[in-house]
């Protein structure tokens, strides 16, 4: 299977990106694309989207461009992620764009940046970090 | 309005957790506990939680915990979250116990311990920590 | 070597708490306390004790409590840290408590908490979350 | 006082950045570089740089890429910081480069990538992202 290929089956595969109405955007080796569109589906009180669905798809682009880099065979699991929250996130969509910082054998450091867009326009409102785990011959765990 | 009516009126408008099948449970000051039930519909490619799922809750529960210590007519944002994983997210009941652990005139540090519960024993497999900002006097912000 | 030993004696070789006159306090299986004196030798540009000696004492105190629980011959490095600071740093003493939250066979999280001491009262001033790894057979990193 | 003369005298109040011997580079407007000397002095135990020496220049460096775009008689104080570290920190000189990712008017968000040089070659070894804050009219918080 090709990079591309593997990390769109394996997004088909995460339940919570289709609840939530998130849809993969580009691929290349180290860097994919997810984006959200907002809606009462995926809201806070105030009617922003949740920080934890801004976190969800910027956590899955993240570990989606570390997985490109992976091994076949390999899966990846974060172990941690930080996320700084610059503005409410509102707009016509939520665009997550992970790419990979530093590629290593067992730890990998991912960041994505997250846009808001509006009438085609882009406002960074949030960045994240994550420390992606790459883990080999443990079963049901692959890509 | 008491504080748990105010905390559990706002936890009602987070179109997220009735996505999530989220729901609250004990609210106290300065502690808050929100529950999310494993499956389909919040997994990643392996079938556990996904962690986007896992950071929503802790980061809700983190920030009505901080929302409780605050003025009336005062509303709750995110500014930053870290979140280490511990452990897959699976079993019974998925767990956010938020608490705040130092509320400050502008800026609340809360963490949220998040535990897997199976057959009624519970395991902690992330924490989080989080900052929350208090706005005041900011149309649509409120709770 | 007794695991207090074990601490004590890699606590000599860094050379950094040297320099920043900090001291080892208790030392505990997984609890592990770092004592700073506030100075100018330490501060920032208003006269508090900068951030980054702060972080190095809560690192290390989260570290050596990771390492306390650690087999013996391996050897324990931060791969990744977040501080929230809380209060300027100022008073009698800055103690950081390390311990250990969740141990693993190679990733263990711990935390610090730091306090600020005056006339014997102590204040809660900055929290700190970091991962700890555990390195096995690579030549001189040992403890 | 010009942004840079600000920077400069700041800097040279910072006993840390002096007791570490840690020396400031180029300053511009949002960036900023601190140097620092690997040596015993700033020393972990297995003879690498300190994970908190690292952390106090990359803090330092994004807290003053932060106040360099803040309005004169205001102080900058850090909130929050989470550092992932890449590898060991070894070489001729270790550089911290900070630069702003988004100023507001209380919190600014930074960044700081460090860099580990040996035989002119650069290497990425940790990376930083800091929260700043905005402090204005209190007595003894400027610059």
Redesign the interface.
Known sequence: MDPEQRIRA??A????M???GATLGSVAPGAVEIVLLP?????????FV????V???A??AAGYAALSLMPAGS?V??????????A?ATGDRIIARGRV??S?R??T?A?AEVFAERAGQER?IA?L?A?LMSITGRE????
């Not at 595969?13 to 919570?16: A, I, R, V, W």
């Not at 949740?50 to 669905?53: E, F, K, Q, V």
């Not at 699991?77 to 610059?86: M, Q, R, W, Y």
């Open positions: 394996s997004f595969k995460q339940g919570l289709a609840t939530l809606g009462p589906a995926v809201s806070q009180q105030h009617g949740h920080a934890g669905a976190s969800a798809i956590d899955s899966g699991l974060t172990t941690e992620f930080k996320i700084n929250l610059l409410p910082v530093k290593g067992t730890l450091l960041l960074l960045l970090t420390t049901g765990i692959e890509d």
